[in-house]
C-alpha cells in the first residue's frame, strides 16, 4: 500500500519568515494530494491540494508544489502569520477524497 | 450542513470496558472513514464504508475493535475489551465519491484507564 514519509517532524519560524514543509510517496499511481491543517484540540481541514496533472498551486500565502517523477511533493506557506501555527499533515491517494493516506505531521510554530 | 457529527466528545472508561463511539456523516456523502491519532503513529485509517458496506478493515488493530454502518446517516466504532493502548483521539470522516475532500469530525477523546 502507498507510505507518505514527511519532513521535519517540527517547525519554528519567525513571524513574516517563510515556511517548507516535504513529503514523499512510495506509490506512484497516487494521483491526488491534499494537505490539512489542524489546530490544537481541532480537527483537520483541508487548506489546499493539487493533482497529478498539475506541477504547482497557489492560493493566497500558500502554495503546493509536485514532482511526480521523485515522488515528492512540497507545501510552502510566505509571510508567515502567528494563526498559522498548527500541525499540517500532507496526504496522497489514489482517488479524490478517498482512502487518503496521510504523513505522520508537521507541527508548525511561527514565533511573534 | 452540521458537518460530521460524533459522540461522545470524551470517554474516559476502565479498562475492560465496552466503548462505542458513534458518527453522523454528512447528508449525501457515501464513503465514511474512521481514524484514529496519537502522538506516536499519526492519524492512522482504521476502516472505511462505501455505500454503507466496509470496503478495507486492515487497520483496525486487532478483534477487539468492530465498526458497523447499519445505514447511510449512522455508524459505530467499538472496542471490546479496551485497554490503556487504545486512548487516542479517534475521528470519524465522510466524502462524496465525486468529491474532493474529506470532512472530518471534531473526534472522540478516548481515555482508558
Known amino acids: 500500500g502507498e507510505n507518505v514519509e514527511q519532513h521535519p517532524s517540527t517547525l519554528s519560524v519567525q513571524e513574516g519568515d517563510s515556511a517548507v514543509i516535504k513529503c514523499t510517496y512510495s506509490?506512484?499511481?497516487?494521483?491526488?494530494f491534499p494537505w490539512y491543517k489542524q489546530e490544537l484540540g481541532k480537527r483537520p481541514q483541508l487548506i489546499i491540494d493539487?493533482?497529478?496533472?498539475?506541477g504547482e498551486k497557489k492560493d493566497q500565502r500558500i502554495a503546493v508544489t509536485l514532482n511526480k517523477t521523485a515522488k515528492h511533493f512540497s507545501l510552502h506557506i510566505t509571510e508567515t502569520q502567528p494563526e498559522d501555527s498548527a500541525v499540517y499533515f500532507c496526504?496522497?491517494?489514489?482517488?479524490?477524497?478517498?482512502?487518503?493516506?496521510f504523513g505522520g505531521g508537521t507541527r508548525l510554530m511561527v514565533k511573534p | 450542513d452540521a458537518g460530521v457529527i460524533q459522540s461522545p466528545r470524551h470517554e474516559v472508561t476502565e479498562m475492560g470496558q465496552e466503548v462505542t463511539l458513534r458518527c453522523k456523516p454528512i447528508?449525501?456523502?457515501?464513503?465514511l472513514f474512521w481514524y484514529r491519532q496519537t502522538m506516536m503513529r499519526g492519524l492512522e485509517l482504521l476502516i472505511y464504508?462505501?455505500?454503507?458496506?466496509?470496503?478495507?478493515d486492515s487497520g483496525m488493530p486487532e478483534d477487539r475493535f468492530s465498526a458497523k454502518m447499519p445505514n447511510a446517516s449512522f455508524s459505530t466504532l467499538k472496542i471490546q475489551p479496551s485497554e490503556p493502548r487504545d486512548s487516542a483521539v479517534y475521528f470519524c470522516?465522510?466524502?462524496?465519491?465525486?468529491?474532493?475532500?474529506?470532512?472530518f469530525g471534531n473526534g472522540t477523546r478516548l481515555t482508558v484507564t
Open positions: 470522516a465522510s466524502s462524496l465519491s465525486t468529491g474532493l475532500t474529506l470532512h
Open positions: 506509490d506512484s499511481a497516487s494521483n491526488y
Open positions: 493539487i493533482r497529478s496533472n498539475v
Open positions: 496526504a496522497a491517494s489514489l482517488r479524490a477524497g478517498n482512502m487518503l493516506t
Open positions: 447528508s449525501g456523502h457515501d464513503y
Open positions: 464504508f462505501n455505500n454503507n458496506v466496509p470496503i478495507d
